[in-house]
């Protein structure tokens, strides 16, 4: 028996964690929820109340109630919502940010993808980061790829397409240079391997790593350009949806369906859901992460 | 899966049913399960503001093991009190029901089973029974008519295998163990490989030797099969559903299994969908942000009385 482990003692807050949250913020997760299938763990609670604060600060509101009624009057509620998503998402953008995200990828999806296509001649892996921001999440598939070359993806090519609506992004997702803050999750290992030092304190993406991804302009919501987006076997799609309403949210899904080969992967960010948006994506698990997945032909699941 | 074919008793040979049958016999013979063991997790596995106390106290009393157990939990400084406890009452009372029940289980389980020969990690162990079990009580409530009492219980003792096979096998569960965690393959597939039968039969013998309900026998049984598990089937179905959730959602053994779980192909959602066309109308993305909340409530629980889990 271990209890009389040390640990016990250094850890008695957590048990009444969330217990003295005001309970309109529970209403407010829940209509950001419904408005766009991000939820916030009690756990997390205190970013949604953060981000909160930080929107009344900016409103010059002291009372959390009254925040409620902004959020929920429909003369302004649809322009809060927006603003209250953009500080919920701050600080998401940083390499390596969901590790079981990654761990899905190549312990469990590259060996079933490379099982899939053992029969084909010219083996290609095509991946698509739509809404890539300034690259973050391009580069660090691209180098988790890139350890696979000698192992699974040996003698394969791997596309990586990365766009954002924003042209300003994608200069500085293609410049691929990054500090501290947006490194903070990267490992010394892949920090040796990949990145060149810049003078200051930044490090640059190595070409080698940037050559395998292809960064531009696309607007999600251009169903023509959506048309040509063909053949990819994963899709990521980080806090992007949440500010799409319904019916564009709807389309912009069926478009990745087709856009997925069978047996594809489709992923969003780690607290985000598609609300039954789409009933021909499967919800699947892996530890510590969910995709929405095409099924197979062969599993005949479709 | 490899286990989709497998069946319980009827298919095996008859050597390999008897030598479980054998074993368990021999090695958990004596001490057997506390006598208060189930009337007490019978009581505490309904909602916590329907739990009778009196009773409660009355049942942990009876057990000394368990009541000086309460009372040292009670004591430690986790819980803040400027005095410890001096009565059953006052240390149930400052535990509250939930880790109350951690510790009747922990202990009766601790009793029957020596625990230098425990195969896996106890505080793994606990963190996926009681998590199994919480979850199974909360698929439960998405589903009218299932019992979610009996929902919980089922869950918390789906497992039951684990122990007989430490007890019963120990160096071939251990060869088992080392397998699993190596390969990152499920557990139950790597007891089929090594050992040619998992801890569903071991479970199983345990089970009908220690005269446990039917339905939750067949949940110890089929858990990996419910396709097999016949007329328990939506009991069966829910925990094996609750099973694979818990393994990819932070309650699982302690070490990463490369698992993918698809819940709406998965046999046992047709079983459950059967009984339930509600489950239909269950937002599974949502249900899993719900369950991780409840997941690091458990965690947090088990590791107050365990201390962590081993890396």
Redesign the interface.
């Known amino acids: 028996?271990?209890?009389g482990?040390p640990?016990?003692?250094a850890?008695?807050a957590?048990?009444k964690a969330g217990e003295s949250i005001d309970p309109v913020f529970r209403q407010i997760r829940d209509i950001v929820?419904k408005a766009c299938?991000i939820?916030q763990?009690?756990?997390k609670l205190y970013l949604l109340v953060d981000g909160c604060g930080r929107r009344m600060k900016q409103l010059g509101l002291t009372n959390s109630r009254d925040y409620w009624n902004l959020l929920t009057a429909q003369s302004s509620r649809d322009a809060e919502l927006r603003h209250l998503l953009n500080e919920l998402t701050i600080g998401e953008t940083s390499l390596f940010r969901s590790q079981p995200q990654i761990?899905a990828l190549r312990?469990?999806?590259l060996?079933?993808i490379a099982g899939e296509k053992i029969k084909q001649i010219t083996k290609r892996l095509r991946i698509w980061s739509a809404g890539c921001s300034t690259g973050e999440e391009s580069y660090t598939l691209a180098m988790n790829m890139l350890e696979e070359t000698e192992g699974l993806l040996k003698g394969w090519t791997i596309e990586i397409l990365a766009t954002d609506l924003n042209d300003r992004s994608v200069e500085t997702a293609k410049a691929g240079v990054y500090g501290d803050y947006a490194l903070r999750s990267t490992t010394d290992y892949f920090k040796r391997k990949y990145f060149t030092p810049l003078d200051g304190k930044k490090l640059q993406v190595q070409p080698e790593v940037k050559k395998l991804i292809t960064f531009s302009r696309l607007n999600l919501q251009d169903d023509s350009k959506m048309l040509f987006m063909k053949g990819m076997d994963l899709i990521f799609c980080c806090n992007v949806l949440i500010y799409f309403d319904g019916p564009s949210k709807s389309k912009v899904i069926n478009h990745f369906f087709s856009n997925l080969n069978f047996g594809g992967y489709f992923f969003l960010g780690t607290?985000e859901?598609?609300?039954?948006l789409n009933d021909q994506f499967?919800?699947?698990?892996?530890?510590?992460a969910?995709a929405y997945?095409k099924?197979s032909l062969k599993?005949g699941?479709l | 899966m490899t286990l989709e074919n497998h069946e319980a008793w009827p298919t095996m040979t008859t050597t390999v049913t008897d030598k479980i049958r054998d074993r368990i016999e021999r090695i958990v013979t004596t001490p057997s399960i506390p006598a208060v063991f189930l009337p007490l997790v019978d009581l505490l596995s309904g909602p916590a503001e329907e739990a009778n106390l009196d009773e409660v106290v009355r049942l942990v009393s009876y057990d000394n093991a368990i009541a000086a157990q309460c009372l040292r939990v009670a004591s430690s400084p986790l819980f803040g009190m400027v005095k410890p406890p001096k009565s059953i009452a006052a240390a149930v009372m400052t535990l509250g029901l939930q880790r109350v029940e951690t510790i009747v289980l922990t202990s009766c389980m601790g009793e029957a089973f020596s625990r230098e020969k425990w195969g896996i990690d106890p505080v793994a162990f606990w963190r996926h029974s009681l998590g199994c079990a919480m979850v199974s009580r909360k698929f439960s409530e998405k589903l009218a008519g299932v019992d979610g009492e009996r929902a919980y219980m089922a869950g918390l003792l789906h497992d039951l295998g684990f122990l007989a096979s430490s007890m019963a096998f120990p160096e071939e569960f251990a060869v088992a163990v080392e397998r699993a965690c190596r390969e990152q393959i499920p557990l139950h597939e790597a007891e089929q490989a090594t050992m040619g039968f998992t801890h569903c039969e071991t479970g199983r013998a345990l089970a009908e030797k220690w005269h446990l309900a039917k339905d939750i026998l067949d949940v110890i049984a089929h858990h990996h099969a419910p396709t097999q598990a016949g007329s328990a089937g939506s009991l069966v179905a829910l925990v094996h559903l609750s099973d694979e959730l818990c393994r990819v959602r932070g309650l699982d053994y302690g070490y990463y299994e490369r698992h993918k779980v698809d819940l709406i192909s998965d046999p046992a959602w047709s079983i459950l969908l059967q009984d339930h066309r509600d489950l239909e109308g269950v937002d599974l993305a949502r249900f899993t942000f719900e369950l991780d909340e409840s997941a690091a409530k458990v965690g947090e629980m088990v590791s107050a009385i365990f201390g962590p889990v081993a890396a």
């Open positions: 028996m271990t209890s482990n640990s016990v003692l850890k008695p957590v048990i929820y299938g939820f763990l009690d756990e761990d312990k469990v999806i060996p079933e607290s859901s598609l609300l039954k499967h919800l699947v698990h892996f530890p510590g969910m997945w099924p599993s699941k």
